[in-house]
């Protein structure tokens, strides 16, 4: 439901998870809703109606009429829906009417008795605050009758709470703020639902399989299989109508005639059905379906609205969804043992746990894990992702014990801000590493403006995924090779690598690959040589990398590692082992073994690397604490920096957005209210006079312009603004003024002045654009400084990105350029110009004067500030931004502002 109101769209209908692992439908009331509002209002228990309307009314048609109709502004209503009997049914409702002075409003909640508990109107709440924010509205108001005492209600929801009593009654004025205590109490309501909801999916006491089949060669068939194959701990139920027993196991018709309990049902029948089925697993009381069927949004229109009507199934019936066209689960935990997929490879136990969105990659997955014998703790496929999302996932296996490390392979991740703020909470913790497809540039859209076409996308994927904390990885090859590691070994505590080969070559591939990818080959102390040269008996050059030479015994190997792994002068060890013929390579496995429980003690990991050899096969160290081992050192040195560039982004600090003082946001809505009202070409351009106004109500520097409608006009603002000056072309409909010869700069006198403004006329009007020529733009010339480009487009996706880098007419050309998400912090501030590759430009590079870049960083955080306040601004162009030297500030000489 889309309700437009206050000149800009709000998206009102949502899902929710209850603290039952229920799920739930929200949405605004309507006016059509006055039935099921009375039949809400008749399930009601008398005490409950009395504690709501504090008497006992009668409520009929007219009371309907008037609670159904809200304005969406002043007055809301949001209901809590679920299937009752076959039919829709109201079970909760909470509501705000706005108060005279506009900054306060009064609030009510009230549930259906057979619903209270489970967190409904606490959903309610802190969407009803969350919209109540966006009106302008800081300060809920309620009356609570004393006996209740439902004061608790608010305040465990996080609200600073005041109250009065009189008569039995409390009077509660609460601030609804986004304060930290409220973001953390959501987390944790958010947190303990979604898991809640989950063990039905990963850990289920009964599951029944719809759809299973004798057929050997259908999926029902090898789903229930697999099941029954690998040990499944709780009770299993095949469904189907058309035989008596599959694998020796007694058929049900239909999930409505089993007769105990179903909390997961696995639905493997065709699309057309799957609705229907769906329908009676609700009606059974079933916790949540896995819907490996395909045949949904992936066929096209058809499947799509088949997706749609199965998320209003479940939604109505309280069922979390995995699917559809999914391959459904594997959960190793012995207590459990669940391989309810179609794959026949149940992997070994282990600490790894991987969420998989493409089923056809799940097999591979799998296989590819038992090879390397690489533990998994769980395995989930998400399929068209109608439900479940990465995000919930990642909210399970955060506070899964099994679980060490999370791999990802997604094509999508949902709503980009909350996968980020859950990823980046998860991630502290366990690392995250992905690889997602849809890399390549054939997605990336035509953009408006430099800043739309140079922040795609892509790049805000890969700013997502370092604000959140994730390691990316190209191929699924690289994210196995990283899970090794970071599965098995501690964390690296810096980036000084040590190398020992028994070969010279692949000590000098390991080498070039440690170089490339940032690492430190530091030379080995002197105290360290001095103890290796008591430990080699023979003559070789002790260098980093250290070469043994083929003539290397087990021991010596040992005895080498043993000092490097006690030597402060170093992070981590990576063991080169040549098979030779003059010795067993089981004898340096026996002394890698001995050797890795030394490394943990000292917390540096050791990577090992058997040429031609990958994975975990040898088992060489204890469970969970595994030497990972490497077919090629390149391999085993890019999974090292992988690891190096986790445990940074685990320790960066988070930054904050600050509040920035003296801005006019009440002025800034007001100038864009009155474009949007006046105009109605879309899309829309602010003129340099609108711009000049926006700016100045954030404090942005912007060089002195008036605008001229004629040569005469042009003249005097020259004379006013003192020459030399810029002469360019006014026009909200031509962008590039550049590129139709509509700037020329350095402009010097009156008589030049004049024909530049004739030079523009006749040029708009050669190309036919006359019309669109509303004047000319008279700027102060700044000529020293840096040219900068900064900008905002808004992404369909990630929303606003914005981008800072070298400007200027070549800005689209070089692309030399950093984005970040919105909102900027102070941390994302001072590192988006640190991140571009001629950042030492700016730092007094061969002479040039050290730029005043904390001007340019309070420039990026000011119009954070302002896209904050004024979402309707959908491109904005700064270029060239003038970064003055040290102390003087910048200029911005051109700027450009599109409105959505």
């Given amino acids: 439901m889309n309700i437009e109101t206050n000149s800009y769209p709000i998206h009102y ?66 209901v809590a829906e679920l ?48 919209i109540a924010r966006d009106k302008g509205i800081d300060m809920f108001e309620t009356d609570v009758i004393a006996e209740e005492n439902q004061l608790a209600f608010f305040r465990d929801y996080g609200f600073h709470i005041a109250s009065s009593v009189e008569s039995g009654v409390h009077h509660v004025i609460f601030p609804i703020a986004k304060t930290r205590r409220v973001i953390k109490k959501d987390e944790e309501r958010e947190s303990s639902s979604t898991i809640a909801s989950l063990q039905y999916i990963l850990s289920p006491r009964s599951v029944a399989v719809i759809g299973a089949s004798r057929d050997p060669n259908s999926i029902g068939n090898v789903l229930f299989r697999c099941i029954l194959q690998f040990g499944f701990s709780g009770t299993i139920y095949p469904v189907n109508p058309n035989a008596d027993a599959v694998l020796g196991v007694k058929t049900h018709a239909s999930v409505l005639d089993i007769p105990d309990k179903v909390e997961l049902a ?3 029948v065709p699309a057309p059905i799957v609705a229907k089925v769906s329908h009676d697993c609700g009606r059974k009381g079933v916790r949540a379906l896995i819907v490996i069927s395909d045949g949904f949004k992936e066929i096209g229109p058809e499947g799509m609205a088949r997706e749609r009507e199965l998320r209003e199934i479940s939604l109505g019936h309280g069922m979390r969804v995995l699917g559809p066209n999914c391959m459904g689960v594997i959960n190793t935990d012995p207590g459990i043992s669940l391989n309810a997929t179609f794959s026949p490879v149940y992997p070994p136990r282990g600490n790894v746990a991987f969420l998989s969105q493409s089923g056809a990659m799940g097999l591979a997955i799998l296989e590819y894990a038992r090879d390397l014998n690489m533990g998994i703790s769980s395995f ?32 999508s991740f949902g709503s980009p801000e909350k996968f980020a703020r859950i990823a980046r909470r ?104 001095e103890r290796l040269g008591s430990a080699i008996k023979r003559k070789v050059s002790l260098n980093n990398p250290l070469d043994t030479t083929a003539g290397v015994s087990a021991g010596e190997f040992e005895n ?22 003059v010795i067993d390579p089981k004898a340096i496995e026996n002394a890698l073994q001995r050797v890795a429980s030394v490394f943990w003690r000292h917390r540096k990991p050791l990577l090992a690397c058997f040429l031609g050899r990958r994975g975990l096969q040898a088992r060489i160290g204890a469970a969970g604490r595994y030497v990972p081992c490497y077919a090629f050192p390149e391999e085993a040195v890019s999974a090292l920096a992988r690891a190096i560039e986790y445990a940074e982004l685990k320790t960066k600090p988070k930054g904050a957005v600050p509040v920035i003082l003296g801005t006019r946001p009440a002025k800034a809505r007001e100038i864009v209210e009155s474009v949007l009202r006046s105009r109605t070409q879309r899309p829309i351009w602010l003129s340099a006079q609108e711009i000049i106004g926006l700016l100045k109500c954030y404090g942005i520097r912007m060089v002195e312009t008036i605008t001229a409608k004629t040569a005469a006009e042009a003249v005097s603002a020259a004379k006013h603004i003192g020459f030399p000056v810029a002469v360019k072309l006014a026009s909200t409909t031509i962008v590039h003024k550049t590129e139709v010869g509509g700037v ?89 110009m640190q991140s571009i590759k001629m950042a030492r430009l700016f730092e007094g590079y061969r002479g040039f004067p050290t730029s005043d870049t904390k001007a340019i960083e309070d420039l990026l955080l000011r119009l954070s500030a302002m896209i904050e306040d004024m979402p309707q601004i959908a491109d904005l162009d700064f270029n060239p931004v003038k970064v003055l030297p040290l102390g003087q500030g910048y200029w911005i000489a051109d700027a450009r502002i599109m409105l959505k």
């Fill in 560 to 581: 080498i590692l043993r000092i490097l792994a006690s030597d402060p002068e170093n992070d981590a060890v990576l063991a080169i082992f040549v098979p030779p013929v």
């Fill in 13 to 78: 209908e949502t899902d929710a998870v209850l603290k039952d692992g229920s799920s739930i439908l929200l949405r605004p009331i309507k006016r059509e809703d006055t039935q099921l509002w009375l039949d809400f209002i008749g399930r009601l228990n008398p005490r409950t109606k009395y504690l709501h309307f504090q008497h006992m009314p009668y409520l009929g048609d007219e009371d309907a009429v008037r609670a159904c109709s809200v304005d969406y502004n002043n007055t809301l209503a949001l």
């Fill in 266 to 268: 696995i639905i493997a």
């Fill in 744 to 832: 020329i700069l350095n402009v010097d006198s009156v008589e030049g002045v004049e024909k530049a403004f004739d030079n523009i006329e006749r040029i708009v009007t050669r190309i036919g654009r006359k019309d669109e020529m509303e004047g000319v733009i008279i700027q102060q010339m700044v000529k020293e400084g840096i040219e900068a480009i900064v900008g905002m487009t808004y992404d369909p996706q990630f929303g606003p990105l914005i981008m800072f880098g070298l400007g200027g007419v070549y800005a689209e050309l070089i692309k030399d350029t950093a984005i970040r998400l919105h909102p900027l912090t102070d941390l994302d501030a001072h590192e988006i």
């Fill in 83 to 130: 299937m009752k009997d076959e039919h829709r049914a109201i079970v909760g409702i909470g509501r705000y009417y706005r108060l005279p002075d506009h900054r306060s409003a009064e609030v009510t909640f009230i549930t259906e008795d057979a619903h209270q508990g489970k967190g409904i109107a606490t959903r309610l709440l802190g969407w009803l605050a969350n």
């Fill in 380 to 411: 989930v496929s998400f399929g068209n992702r109608v439900d479940i999302s990465p995000s919930d996932l990642l909210q399970y296996w955060e506070k899964d014990p099994a679980t060490k490390v999370i791999l990802l392979y997604i094509e």
């Fill in 426 to 529: 998860v991630s502290r913790k366990k690392p995250i590493v992905v690889v997602k497809s849809g890399t390549t540039q054939a997605g990336i859209r035509a953009a408006a403006s430099h800043t739309g076409a140079i922040a795609t996308s892509e790049a805000a994927t890969d700013v997502l995924f370092r604000h959140a904390g994730i390691v990316r990885v190209n191929t699924m090859e690289e994210l196995f090779e990283v899970a090794a590691l970071l599965s098995n070994q501690p964390l690296p505590g810096g980036k000084r690598l040590v190398i020992v080969t028994n070969g010279g070559g692949p000590g000098i591939i390991a080498a070039d690959a440690a170089e490339q990818n940032g690492l430190k080959l530091n030379p080995l102390s002197q105290a360290t040589v």
